[in-house]
């Protein structure tokens, strides 16, 4: 979450008469920014990942994994534990940093410092990650652990899932059936978040999720374990009166999606074009990476017919009104609003030529006053247009001591919109007075169990960038069908059975793409670097850093970082650059997309490993990168399991399971024993891992 702002926040009734103000300062804010730094230009590559946990406390004689709601003093002895740290981890090792979360059961940690360009801190993130965990799990009660798992399976169940026992009758921001208010992480943003956008919407959130029918399912599926009749809060009724679908797992909090772990990475970039640049190409990714992530099978103590969390965290955060989802004619509010302010990204915002506007055909509603504001500012229509997006959303905790600002030194009303809009890839300004740079945050893969899950998909990633980058991939496709892909992602075993849209060529015309002749081996493999360096490197962009191919006697000068500011392509000499897109994308498998098909087609795991040959990478260094490519290579052409599908059928194959898709409360207990084994190293794994 966004900085903590300390204060008395609003209730909606009040905050609904200050959402003008904000956005008006928001706006001044923002334009304030973007004389200062829209002339930036050099920022190394700095990044970084955010792990989140959930704190899990074991009753080994009960045989019940709960979740322990002891955040405040866990983060509290956290800080005063890394403050008392003598330096001296190395640049890598920096103290870590502990951060609140949603969930009052919920850690985030970074790495104390971003990680660099250089190829040596491609080894430590692992380290890395495992460091943070040790340093929380020393830090804990004996029978705590801090655990990597994207939603766990039995919140909201009734009984006791929490420790201590909290009764969701007390439930007074949200207004539960299954969740108590201590859920919810105590400072006040959390509840005043959690209860204005219940007011604010006109009902409380409804996310149902489809059932895995399984052998023995009552058909038609009613399900007992909500309180059908239970008479507290006015919405209470809301579940009987059509909420909650049948054959469905109906979930009705904020705390069920914000209350679920992912894993983000943040990148700076050069400036702001390659940022954008870079925003876009990711934009398409996000769905692929999202069902190479899928984690989450099991909800509300039921095995749920889809993978992954995204859907129930954009429904457990849709502040959207009636009017404003298209259920009643517009009288209160201004916009028809297709998606939650939690959802997929909305448009591309690239000036490059690349980015035609034919794929921005998704209907975005947006601000026009503040996009004229904008333009009038000399902020072109792309970003103008994004921001005045983003701008349509209310603010929803305001701090009345907040109210007034200096929108010289200030970011916090723009913040206040900009980080309530949760979408798949961040557009991230540079903080007001800081060396930080304009970056971008990668926001949709699922959290993994192990650290070596983690690490492998944050340098997969950063890899990949820099694999865009160099070779100036074109990754569109049209919005509507980055949305489909989402959805799709999120299907059962979508990335074994699902198909994608995807681009047939990712190479822009006029560029020579890489030869794939002879076929690319994994990096690992031993024998095969440099393969073929010049086919290899046609495409690879300014190795050097002079926008040459870096090819000196036939051989490649190699690259000793990971780095910034990559030569572009002009546009193609017929300066065509709009046209239909239609014939531009197909569907593909997710296999297809990262392994490529067969010899004759390259994935884009073909296009890292090309990449990685460019770098000046010692063997050690190799092999590591090697293992984690591996593992994607691996889920992506379904000899390992996602830990989604690996949950599924854990469950399925526990001797108590009866085949009627409960999760009960041992079966629970024994899936997070095996998952922390697995996490330490004393159960092996082999479906899951190299
Ligand atoms: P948020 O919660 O707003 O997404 P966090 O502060 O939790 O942000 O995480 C930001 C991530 O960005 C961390 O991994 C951090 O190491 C990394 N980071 C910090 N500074 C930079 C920078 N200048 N460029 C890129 N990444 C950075
Ligand atoms: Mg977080
Ligand atoms: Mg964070
Ligand atoms: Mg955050
Ligand atoms: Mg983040
Ligand atoms: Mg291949």
Redesign the pocket.
Known sequence: ??LLSLGTPLPWEEAKKHADHVRYHGITQFMNAWDRLKDRHGDEL?????VEYMVLSFDNEEKNAKLSLRQTEILKKLSSVVHDMPNGFGDAMDIPTF?PEYGRYML?S??GS?YTGSLQDLLSVEGNMRYRRRLARKHLKANEIPMTITAFPRHGTPGVFTEPYADPAGAISSHSLFLPEEITNPHARFPTLTANIRQRRGSKVAINLPLFIDERTPRPFVDATIPWQRNIYPEDPEAKNGAALLDHIYMDAMGFGMGCCCL?L???SCNVEEARRMYDALVPLAPIMLALTASSPLWRGYIADVDCRWNVIAASVDDRTEEERGLKPLKENKYRIPKSRYDSVDMYISTEWMNKPEYNDHPAPFDEKIFARLQNHGIDDLLAKHIAHLFIRDPLVIFSEMLDQDDENSNDHFENLQSTNWQTVRFKPPPINSP??W?V?FRSMEVQMTDFENAAFAVFIVLLTRTILSLNLNLYLPITKVDENMQRAQKRDAVRSGKFYFRKNVFPPGQKSPTPSPPLSPVSSGATTPIDGEHVLNGINGVNGNGMNGIHNGRPHKDTRLRNCFPRVPPPENGITRGPVEEEYTEMTIDEIINGKGDSTFGLLDMVYAYVDTLDVDEKTKNKIGEYLNLIRWRADGTLKTSATWMREFVRSHPSYKFDSVVSQEINYDLMVAIDEIERGVRKAPDLLP
């Open positions: 979450m966004g700095l990044w970084g990942d955010e951060h985030e970074t790495p971003p983000q943040t990148f700076q930080i740079g970056r945050e």
